[in-house]
């Protein structure tokens, strides 16, 4: 089943004058069609003005489309009457945490949401409480938010999302301010909420790292969707998202350069483990390669008598598979 | 010196005072204020000092913590004070080249410094006890009644909580901005007081444009939040009043008696 549905969606930012006359024209969104499956966990990536923060405002209802149209749960979010319950479904955490926590105590500022919507008293609680919960937040209730780290003060944010009892969140670079340890809380509460509670996720970034784990990577360009897949599938394109201007995680561009340097490297290598084990085992064949063709030092590097550098086993067999195998160095993967 | 500002700024720890309901605390802030001019001896002001420490105490805010709001206000105290001992008619005691102080300004510039630091401290007393959302809820509902009156109160109350929840972070963000013109040499204590005063521009400009961008992300916030106005809203913490507000309120009562009593005194 589908949560958000964005159909031939065409956005321009427009600047009038005082007499309402249009000044100037900027494009944001151009025909983007995108459909995310409820309970998925999707990464938007896209260089700078590419029109991820649009779309993402498109689904809260903030923005309407121009042209096309825009559905979160089979509802239109052009129908005003619809505004309420498409914001209580689709929630929304923006970049910057200081300018988007409106209490001034965290609970009170969890409450906000359900306030709003005219949640009766005790059920409020219970919600606050239970979204502090969530986002592991609970112990900080009674503080106030200024206090708070970057990487807590998201995670109110987040909790104030989760107590609308959201069906999908939408978060526009949720760790951009944030510092590694920050970001790592933050993402991991992200994804417990799609584990566990089954929350579809939305997440824009430019953190590739962080699409590692997505279910679905979806890569905008100019104004629409120009690439749309798993992350290993994505990332696997190197050269293509290279042309949009866009990174991919270290350890992939290490893969990709290793491969690029004529080792046999599979494309779309996502994890430090997966390297390591491709690593390993390239060894491992690398050694018997060595054995058969060179002397001796290689496989007993800790004699070193005979003048050579006695390597460690780990660096050197690698200088050999670069020499060996650049003859057999696959295609470029795309 | 800027940080120092406490008026408005939340004390979060748990105390009776703490947990009045914010209309009491409204109303005897008021109470105390007036009270403050309807005393003219010694004894009222000794009075009023002491209620004044002893929900102090009862409240459990360090009281160096709240002495320290003062520093901020230093300045306008120091201009009051100067004003009435200067400039009030009267017998005169000693003079200072063309300045004579006269015993009743003498009286009137100690009376008017004492009421000022009770106000101020009398205020910020309420803040620190009450969370500006309490606030604001206990000035929604006492001033409710003028909703009748086309008054917006409810958007008049939120923008007041946002006001409130903002002051530390502009101020963080003044101390920034200063701290990195200063870095570029920008000078911002000495000169003459329309150099100063032109200084400020270059501290004003950014801080203006940051606070409109951020009131621009916080109605976006508050929007995809669902807040749509007073209509219909619920909340996490109804007001309710308790015993211990009526006895608030008796006590009240009593300091007021008293200090309306030791006028004749
Ligand atoms: N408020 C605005 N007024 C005018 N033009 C805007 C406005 N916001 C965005 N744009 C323009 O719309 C386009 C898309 O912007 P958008 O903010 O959606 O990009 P983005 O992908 O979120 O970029 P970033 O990675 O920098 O956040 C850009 O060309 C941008 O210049
Ligand atoms: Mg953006």
């Known amino acids: 089943m589908k949560i958000i549905d964005a159909v031939h969606v065409f956005f321009d930012y427009m600047r009038k004058d005082e007499n309402d006359k249009i000044e100037e024209i900027s494009p944001a969104l151009s025909d983007m069609n995108l459909e995310i499956e409820k309970g998925s966990f999707v990464c938007v990536l896209g260089h700078n003005g590419s029109g991820k923060s649009t779309f993402a405002k498109m689904v809260n209802g903030l923005l309407l489309p121009r042209e096309g149209s825009v559905y979160v749960a089979d509802m239109d979010t052009a129908d005003d009457e619809l505004l309420i319950k498409i914001r209580e479904t689709a929630g929304m955490v923006f970049q910057n945490p200081d300018n988007q926590i409106i209490g001034n105590i965290v609970e009170e500022d969890v409450a906000f949401g359900p306030e709003n919507i005219g949640v009766p008293t005790a059920e409020i609680r219970d919600r606050v409480d239970e979204a502090l919960e969530a986002v592991n937040m609970t112990k900080y209730k009674d503080r106030s938010p200024g206090k708070l780290s970057g990487g807590q003060k998201q995670r109110v944010a987040i909790a104030g999302v989760m107590a609308m009892k959201p069906e999908c969140i939408i978060l526009d670079e949720p760790t951009a301010m944030l510092d590694p340890k920050g970001r790592k809380d933050v993402i991991r509460t992200v994804r417990e909420l799609n584990k566990r509670d089954g929350i579809t996720i939305v997440l824009i970034t430019h953190y590739m790292e962080e699409a590692v784990d997505a279910d679905r990577v979806v890569v905008m360009d100019g104004g629409r969707v120009v690439m749309d897949g798993t992350p290993r599938e994505i990332f696997s394109r190197v050269e293509e998202l290279k042309a949009l201007r866009l990174d991919v995680p270290q350890i992939t561009e290490l893969a990709y350069e290793l491969r690029k340097a004529g080792m046999p490297v599979p494309c779309g290598i996502l994890r430090k483990e997966e390297l390591e084990e491709v690593i390993m085992e390239l060894l491992f064949e690398g050694d018997k390669g060595s054995c058969d063709s060179t002397d001796t030092d290689g496989t007993e590097p800790d004699l070193g008598t005979d003048g050579t550098e006695p390597d460690l086993g780990t660096d050197r067999p690698e200088q050999d598979l670069d020499t060996d195998r650049e003859d057999k160095s696959e295609g470029a993967c795309q | ?265």
């Open chain 2, 1 to 265: 010196m800027i940080r120092d500002i406490t008026i408005g700024q939340y004390y979060p720890t748990d105390s009776v005072i703490h947990r009045l309901d914010p209309r009491v605390k409204l109303a005897s802030t008021m109470l105390f204020l007036i009270s403050l001019f309807l005393t003219e001896s010694i004894v009222g002001y000794v009075f009023a000092g002491a209620a004044l420490l002893a929900v102090i105490r009862i409240s459990r805010i360090p009281f160096k913590y709240i002495v320290r709001g003062l520093k901020a206000v230093v300045i306008l105290l120091f201009i009051s004070v100067s004003f009435n001992l200067f400039l009030t008619p009267g017998e005169e005691i000693f003079r200072l080249g063309f300045l004579k102080v006269t015993r009743e300004g003498l009286r009137t510039a100690l009376y008017m410094a004492v009421r000022l630091i009770y106000l101020i401290i009398g205020s910020s007393l309420m803040t620190l006890t009450t969370t500006p959302n309490q606030l604001t809820d206990g000035l929604e509902k006492s001033l409710g009644f003028l909703n009748k009156v086309h008054v917006p109160v409810h958007e008049i109350a939120m923008m007041m909580s946002i006001a409130l929840r903002f002051i530390p972070i502009l101020i963080e963000e003044t101390d920034k901005i200063m701290k990195a013109q200063m870095a570029r040499g920008a000078d911002f204590d000495t000169g003459n007081l329309m150099q100063r005063a032109r200084a400020m521009v270059p501290i004003l400009v950014p801080l203006f444009i940051s606070a409109f961008r951020r009131a621009a992300d916080l109605a976006q916030a508050m929007e995809a939040r669902c807040y749509h106005g007073g209509a219909g809203r619920t909340k996490l913490k109804p007001l309710r009043y308790e015993r211990r507000d009526y006895i608030a309120y008796l006590l009240v009562a009593l300091y007021l008696v008293v200090m309306v009593v030791t006028r004749w005194l």
